[in-house]
């Protein structure tokens, strides 16, 4: 069992950063797919950012340029770097990963990942 946790959520006014990060017991990040999502209330869940095992990431169209996804694989620890944050980013903010190998077209797909953190929130005001 892959255990995740989410930190470094909060409260930011918009155009500013936020960093989150995921620890994850058990795997070694290097041979896992991660990602970050997040949902809104009353909205669906989105992928937002995902990195496979050669370290390829994609981003959402509304985060490119802004977020950046990253692991520090000695940590076991997946970061969320948040800059120029905007109102619609808030949400809460999930980490995933999965053992398998997603094809990167993929890992904004939140089916394709087995494992989930509990999240942590983000708001951004205006």
């Known amino acids: 069992q892959v255990q995740l946790v989410e930190s470094g959520g909060g409260s930011v006014q918009a155009g500013g950063s936020l960093r989150l990060s995921c620890a994850a017991s058990?795997?070694?990040?290097?041979?896992?797919?991660m990602g970050w999502f997040r949902q809104a209330p009353g909205k669906e869940r989105e992928g937002v950012a995902g990195?496979?095992?050669?370290?390829?990431?994609r981003y959402a169209d509304s985060v490119k340029g802004r977020f950046t996804i990253s692991k520090d694989n000695a940590k076991n620890t997946l970061y969320l770097q948040m800059n120029s944050l905007k109102p619609e980013d808030t949400a809460m903010y999930y980490c995933?990963?999965?053992?398998?190998?997603?094809?990167?077209?993929?890992?904004?797909?939140?089916?394709?990942?087995?494992?989930w953190g509990q999240g942590t929130q983000v708001t951004v005001s205006s």
């Open positions: 990195i496979d095992r050669d370290g390829v990431a």
């Open positions: 058990t795997y070694t990040h290097s041979s896992v797919c």
């Open positions: 995933a990963a999965d053992p398998q190998r997603i094809w990167v077209g993929y890992l904004l797909t939140g089916g394709y990942y087995h494992y």
